[in-house]
């Protein structure tokens, strides 16, 4: 049995995320596939991670590229088969390294058979399988519920005269998880990867499982309360508790969390984008899910100790909650183009990563941080996202952070594929490129193997507690501790130098930038054994 113990494998781990289809392509198609992580398989162990959290593997019509799935139970042929999937499972075993599959148990695609079976209404075997709900007298939506991209979150279905609930686009309704055969449905597609060897699951909104059977609509944000983040979706001007984020979506948590231990020594985690707190996302290891993350980190952009402090001052109000942390994902502005001026920073990259793998929690790291690559900058015509599409150019969406990996210097689309890319390769990654970092071992590659070194050999950094010292802005300063082991961790959060005089004596472990006699040039951080 898989459990919450304190030395539980995935308690202080280091994941990589791989977006799979910009990973590395291995036919000459343009879409990154399973056979390339495969190829690729040596250069995440030299990393030194202990698993790999890949993107969503199944068959999916990519309207929101996988996270709308139409087959639970296959493998999205761009990306290979289920052999591949096996191939590559028993590689990254072969070298220590776990393989986590993304699951999207929300909501499916409007293509799935589940779906089109529930549009029948009763003629079909699933009609409650499904968020139905008559419409109003003029033919508009039953309630307020707004998508997260864009318009109403319902759609009308000439076949069931109903509107039909999608949190996000209308082409991935909304899975019924109060309807007991659906929500066993579910249940299975955990048990049958678990079955076929997956170590675990990333879980897509996990916040949203259960809606308020009543439609009762969203309240308004006051408009007191109301910030830029706020008005970046209209969603966001509602507080969004009926439409997902109850207070019982923890039931569902722990049904998942106990599906999964059932499988010895597998991880689940989930993703909290709202009301993380309400919907059971802080909940303590032996409740819910083994750990989770929410969204505070990931969408900070200014840099100073306060983005950290809040967070951990939300995560000690639930001290027996365990915390995945990241800076980055497939969904949010690169780091250094989110903390600094947009630009290639490596001095920043490795700021940010030594201050990322020094937090406490399992950390999650996007495929690409490691290089310090910035935001790829796109042409409308070159965007493959619904949410670039919807907010050009005000926003342009989440490709700039989903281009492919540039592996090889002055090679056809920096060596990720043979053929014509599914998104441009970046030309701001062109000095980037992992060849390049890897013969430069002052490089943020060659940085963040070294962290994530120190990361494994240290007790304090794995498992220790969090205790921030105090110490003047931009400075931000922390101990963590266990096994008889403390190491104190100093950062300037800041593109100016900055002096602290509380630096202790001890063993130098790391240091990012250059530290001389209390004074942290710009964006520099040591870690010190006392």
């Known amino acids: 049995m898989s459990g919450a113990g304190e030395r539980a494998w995935w308690r202080g781990a280091v994941v990589y995320q791989v977006y799979v289809r910009s990973f590395f392509d291995s036919n000459g198609d343009g879409q990154g596939d399973l056979p390339g992580v495969l190829a690729k398989l040596d250069y995440i162990e030299a990393l030194g991670v202990d698993a790999i959290w890949l993107s969503p593997i199944h068959p999916s019509p990519n309207r929101d590229w996988g996270y709308d799935v139409a087959d639970f139970d296959g493998v ?3 990306y290979g088969t289920l052999d591949d999937f096996k191939a590559l499972l028993d590689g990254a075993h072969a070298r220590g390294i776990r393989v986590l599959l993304d699951e999207v148990l929300a909501h499916t695609s409007d293509e799935h058979p589940w779906f089109l079976e529930s549009r029948k209404g009763a003629g079909g075997g699933k009609a409650d399988w499904y968020v139905w709900a008559d419409p109003a007298l003029d033919g508009t939506a039953p309630n307020n519920w707004l998508s997260v991209f864009g318009g109403p979150a319902w759609s009308y279905q000439p076949d069931r005269r109903q509107h039909y609930h999608h949190k996000f686009l209308r082409q991935q309704p909304k899975l019924n998880w109060r309807t007991p055969a659906a929500r066993e449905a579910a249940l299975k597609v955990l048990e049958t990867w678990l079955g076929r060897g997956a170590d675990g699951f990333r879980l897509d909104v996990a916040n949203a499982y259960l809606h308020d059977p009543a439609l009762t609509p969203n309240p308004a944000v006051p408009l007191a309360e109301r ?3 706020h008005w970046g979706h209209a969603s966001n001007l509602q507080e969004q508790k009926y439409d997902a984020n109850l207070p019982e979506n923890i039931t569902v948590l722990d ?6 231990d059932a499988f010895e020594d597998r991880f689940v985690f989930g993703e909290f984008s709202e009301e993380a707190e309400r919907a059971g ?3 303590a290891s032996d409740e819910g899910l083994h750990a989770g ?21 939300t995560l000690a109000r639930h001290p027996r909650h365990w915390p995945c942390v990241s800076f980055s994902n497939h969904d949010v502005t690169r780091t250094v183009s989110r903390f600094g001026d947009g630009g290639a920073n490596p001095a920043l990259a490795k700021l940010m990563m030594a201050l990322l793998l020094s937090l406490k929690g399992t950390t999650l790291i996007y495929q690409g941080e490691e290089l310090g690559l910035p935001e790829a900058d796109l042409l409308r015509h ?40 599914w998104l441009p390769a970046a030309p701001e990654h062109a000095s980037l490129t992992v060849d390049r970092q890897e013969a430069d071992p002052d490089s943020a590659l ?23 010292l105090d110490a003047p802005a931009p400075i931000l300063a922390f101990a963590r501790e266990a096994d008889g082991e403390r190491i104190v961790a100093v950062f300037n959060m800041s593109g100016e130098p900055a002096t602290w005089a509380g630096i202790p004596g001890g063993e130098l472990k790391a240091i990012a930038g250059e530290v001389l006699d209390g004074t942290f040039q710009p964006w520099s951080a040591l870690l010190i054994r006392t």
Do not use: N
């Open 227 to 229: 910030t830029a983040w």
């Open 293 to 313: 993350y929410s969204f505070p980190l990931l969408i900070a952009e200014h840099l100073s100790p306060q983005f950290i402090l809040r967070h951990f001052e």
């Open 76 to 78: 999205q042929p761009d």
């Open 255 to 260: 049904e998942i969390r106990r599906r999964v």
């Open 446 to 468: 060659a940085f963040a193997r070294s962290m994530i070194a120190l990361r494994k050999a240290s007790p304090a950094l794995k498992w220790g507690e969090i205790v921030f």
């Open 281 to 283: 996302g802080f909940a």
């Open 382 to 421: 070159q965007l493959r996202d619904p949410v670039g599409d919807l907010y050009y150019p005000v926003a342009k969406g989440r490709d700039g952070c989903r281009t492919p990996m540039p592996w090889r210097s002055g090679a056809r689309a920096h060596g990720f594929t043979s053929g014509t890319p």
